[in-house]
């Protein structure tokens, strides 16, 4: 799939969430780099360093993720299982959903 095909898809996804303004105070300093969803959750990444999560049926917020220590600028589900996320640290993680932990953490050649 093509980079434009994804940024479509992206945008269909966003605009078919009626309730996306719930999330609109997510607290970044800077804007939002980066956004993932799957059937149940939403990630967000940005500026912040921080990756915060969001539970699609309560409209809640349910965490954060804090193992980057630079700008997120990749999130992406692997089914419902797996969240990959990269920043400008260089560094790629694995995160198993279900606990969040981090399973893998690959540094990236600069």
Same mark, same amino acid.
């Given at each position: 799939?093509?980079?434009?095909?994804?940024?479509?898809?992206?945008?269909?996804?966003?605009?078919?969430?009626?309730?996306?303004?719930?999330?609109?105070?997510?607290?970044?300093?800077?804007?939002?780099? =980066?956004?993932? &969803?799957?059937?149940?959750?939403?990630?967000?990444?940005?500026?912040?360093?921080?990756? /915060? %999560?969001?539970?699609? *049926?309560?409209?809640?917020?349910?965490?954060?993720?804090?193992?980057?220590?630079?700008?997120?600028?990749?999130?992406?589900?692997?089914?419902?299982?797996?969240?990959?996320?990269? =920043?400008?640290? &260089?560094?790629?993680?694995?995160?198993?959903?279900?606990?969040?932990?981090?399973?893998? /953490? %690959?540094?990236?050649? *600069?």
């Amino acid at each position: 799939m093509n980079l434009i095909n994804e940024i479509r898809n992206l945008i269909d996804y966003i605009q078919n969430l009626h309730y996306i303004h719930a999330f609109i105070s997510y607290n970044l300093q800077g804007s939002i780099n =980066a956004i993932a &969803g799957n059937n149940n959750m939403l990630a967000l990444g940005g500026f912040s360093e921080i990756i /915060k %999560l969001y539970d699609l *049926k309560t409209r809640k917020e349910k965490g954060e993720l804090m193992e980057h220590t630079g700008s997120i600028t990749y999130l992406q589900f692997y089914e419902t299982q797996y969240l990959i996320s990269g =920043a400008e640290d &260089g560094i790629v993680i694995i995160w198993r959903v279900k606990d969040w932990v981090p399973l893998h /953490k %690959l540094r990236v050649k *600069k």
